[in-house]
């Protein structure tokens, strides 16, 4: 069989295309990424972002699937076992120093602007192990929503060590499961960026301490450690600068995220511009003066033309 493969929104190389590549080719079929000149057996389109607009071309092949939740808004679409173990083809995107996959699925938080808690289920728990999808990379991107949650954190963090590989935790790791056993083990991995979350004011008991303590631990620096701000969703815009400033004073690099951009106040933006730029953030110590500088800007500017 000729089967064609289409990403149409992936931000790194999509791993169930690479997956469904290895199950292919396992069986003697040829497999490429589709184009529109080509007549396939079978088509598959990968879509992770519901916003995501789909490819505008038509493909000949006698069957199309598509999967992802871009298009799978009910999420009852999965790989099967015999090919969602499979270790991934990375051929296909020719990557060969990267390694992309989940260590555990599911994340106990059930916020309700993330799609996981009714994707994957409300418990982090292991789904494989690290040769499932790693082979000597030096690079491993693990995609896990909340991998500190699952009751194996220290059986999966331990694994890491020994591979010296550079691991990005790309969702970023729950900082409320961060104490000093968790904190030692994540010294011993190559990270350079390690991402927590702020997403909500009412959490700052939770979210500061544990903060201050791997701080206190490690001395990490604050161009290595970020912490996600959520913005424009059940905050004020008071709430969403009080966050940024204890961010800053407890020496980490807050990062604005803005949920539905499209709703976001002005402001919102404008604090996303100034803390998202490291020039502008660690340059001009607070976003009051920031925007007196801008308006000082415009007034010059006005008054020189």
Known sequence: MKIGLVDVDSKWPNIPLMKLSAYHKGKGDEVEFANSYTTYD??????????TKDTPVNFYTKELIKGGTGYDSELKQWLPPEIEHL????????????????????????CPFCIVGRKEGLKSVKVANLNEFWNGQPHINLLDPNLLA????????????????????????????IDEQTTHLLQKLRI????????????????????????EITKIDYRNACVYVLTNFESTFEEDLYRVEVIRS?????????????????????????????????????????????????KSKLEYT
């Open 150 to 177: 699952c009751e194996q954190r220290i059986e999966l963090l331990e694994s890491l060590v020994p591979t010296n590989a550079w691991i990005n935790f790309s969702q970023g790791l729950d900082i409320r499961f």
């Open 250 to 298: 407890l020496g980490y690099r807050p990062y604005i995220m803005i949920y539905e951009k499209e709703t976001a106040s002005h402001l919102h933006k404008e604090l996303s511009h100034y803390v998202n730029s490291p020039a502008l953030f660690w340059t001009i110590p607070t976003f009051q003066e920031y925007k007196r500088g801008k308006i000082n800007k415009l």
């Open 87 to 110: 270790y991934p083809d990375y051929s296909v995107y020719n990557e060969n120093k990267t390694a992309y996959g989940f260590l555990t699925r599911g994340c106990p938080r059930g």
């Open 42 to 51: 079978l088509v598959y389109k990968a879509k992770v972002f519901t916003f």
């Open 192 to 215: 350079r960026l390690v991402h927590f979350a702020w997403d909500r004011p009412k959490d700052e008991k939770i979210i500061v301490p544990r903060l201050k303590l791997f701080k």
